[in-house]
């Protein structure tokens, strides 16, 4: 089922896109994981964008994307975690996001 985001990047910011074992990290441009030792993610530009956000959206649209970025859907986000988890985390924005869309009946 296809996001509603309707022009909405807060999956893009402050993000922890972890790239899976399976996947090619050398794809990407990436930085060790914030919260996973051992692990990579995409890089972020000194604002907390993804390196790959641009004015128009994701710039990597075109080429294969990490799976956590095309898995992405703040609706499943909001309904997986408490607003305690969402929190600590660092996701709270995009946790809200995901609950406007269920109420509003966008599943």
């Known amino acids: 089922m296809s ?4 022009g909405c990047r807060l999956c893009c910011i402050n993000d922890l896109v972890r790239i ?5 990290a050398s794809q990407w441009r990436t930085v060790p994981h914030a919260l996973r030792p051992g692990d990579r993610m995409l890089a972020h530009k000194p604002d907390g964008t993804c390196v790959y956000l641009g004015e ?3 710039t990597i649209h075109d ?7 095309v898995a992405m859907d ?3 986000l909001a309904t997986r975690m ?9 996701v709270i924005r ?6 406007e869309l ?3 009946g966008a599943r």
Request: charge should be positive; aromatic fraction near 8%; hydrophobic fraction near 25%.
């Open 74 to 76: 703040c609706r499943n």
């Open 3 to 6: 996001v509603p985001c309707n």
């Open 63 to 69: 080429r294969p994307r990490p799976e956590q970025c």
């Open 94 to 99: 995009v946790w809200r996001r995901g609950k």
């Open 20 to 24: 899976l074992p399976h996947e090619d």
């Open 56 to 58: 128009a959206g994701c």
């Open 102 to 104: 269920i109420l509003e």
């Open 82 to 90: 408490s607003f305690k988890q969402a929190r600590q985390w660092g």
